[in-house]
């Protein structure tokens, strides 16, 4: 399956942005998609992850309650609203996709990041 995240930007803090991930090449309700972002000099920080059909989702500490993630098979298409963003929300988000859900999975496709940058 091929992915490709879109909908970065420059928001102020405390503003919102829905970025989104969209899918190709294999039936997509097969595949939990996982949300990263990576700030330079960093690891991959793990952000939210929702299961195939979107019954079960699970969130990092520090975005649970400001960031939703949702999806729409049907457009081949993961999202993920942010709201209330802080400056450490900063950085390239990337989506995954692997057959398996979970908050520790070893993602088998990866798509190329989107840049959210939030201003103080």
């Known amino acids: 399956v091929q992915l490709q995240a879109s909908g970065g930007g420059l928001v102020q803090a405390g503003g919102s942005l829905r970025v989104s991930c969209a899918a190709s090449?294999?039936?997509?309700?097969?595949?939990?998609v996982g949300w990263f972002r990576q700030v330079s000099g960093k690891g991959r920080e793990f952000v939210a992850v929702?299961?195939?059909?979107?019954?079960?989702?699970a969130y990092a500490d520090s975005v649970k309650d400001r960031f939703t993630t949702s999806r729409d098979n049907a457009k081949n298409t993961v999202y993920l609203q942010m709201n209330s963003l802080k400056p450490e929300d900063t950085g390239v988000y990337y989506c995954?996709?692997?057959?398996?859900?979970?908050?520790?999975?070893?993602?088998?496709?990866w798509g190329q990041g989107t840049l959210v940058t939030v201003s103080s």
């Open positions: 090449g294999r039936t997509f309700s097969y595949y939990a």
């Open positions: 929702i299961s195939q059909l979107g019954r079960r989702t």
């Open positions: 995954a996709a692997d057959q398996s859900y979970g908050v520790n999975t070893k993602y088998d496709y």
